[in-house]
């Protein structure tokens, strides 16, 4: 398995920009999907971006175009780098590590910790 932490939350004005890190160990990554989800209080846990091991994106609609996601294999990182932030942007935000462990297409999911971002004014 891969163990996640992730890094770089905080208190940011509407309008203001973070940059979320997620640093995975372990054997497996660069062969892993990697992904950023966020859980805001007393709502369901949604999906932010993912990545997959090949570079390829996906982005939920509220953040399409504020939002990128990349990912460094040499480094073991996952980044979220995170502009023009709303106050309903904010939640606690979580990394996923998905590993296929089977040719049928099962998977094993890792996740970190989770950082809070509050947009406040």
């Known amino acids: 398995q891969v163990q996640l932490v992730e890094s770089g939350g905080g208190l940011v004005r509407p309008g203001g920009s973070l940059r979320l890190s997620c640093a995975a160990s372990g054997r497996r990554f660069s062969s892993n999907d990697m992904g950023w989800y966020r859980q805001a209080p007393g709502k369901q846990r949604e999906l932010v971006a993912t990545i997959t091991s090949d570079g390829r994106t996906t982005y939920a609609d509220p953040v399409k175009s504020r939002f990128t996601i990349t990912r460094d294999n040499a480094k073991k990182t996952v980044d979220l780098p995170m502009n023009s932030l709303k106050p309903e942007d904010t939640a606690v935000y979580y990394c996923?590590?998905?590993?296929?462990?089977?040719?049928?297409?099962?998977?094993?999911?890792?996740w970190g910790q989770g950082t809070q971002v509050t947009v406040s004014s």
């Open positions: 996923r590590s998905r590993a296929v462990v089977n040719v049928e297409g099962g998977y094993v999911d890792s």
